[in-house]
């Protein structure tokens, strides 16, 4: 696991999980496994560009670009 997956994963942990939830790796699904909603979704894209000094445009920020830790960190890698 690299550094950017292992932030992202204790981001997701301690925002959105509840403590009796069951741990999650970089291939739990997150948004439809239902952890990730979409206001949250919004709060950790902007978290992502605030960290990574970036702009991930509306239409590249979907449910299905959200949908795993993975799937984050390829299209953070996009752009920066």
Not at 18 to 33: F, K, M, N, Y
Request: glycine share 2%.
């Amino acid at each position: 696991m690299d550094d950017m997956q292992k932030m992202i994963l204790e981001y997701v942990e301690e925002e959105y999980l509840e403590d009796e939830d069951e741990a999650i790796d970089v291939d739990t699904p997150l948004i439809s496994g239902g952890i990730v909603d979409s206001f949250s979704m919004v709060s950790l894209k902007r978290f992502l560009e605030n960290k990574y000094n970036i702009s991930i445009p509306d239409e590249k920020a979907t449910p299905e670009a959200f949908d795993t830790v993975d799937k984050i960190c390829a299209l953070v890698k996009e752009f920066i």
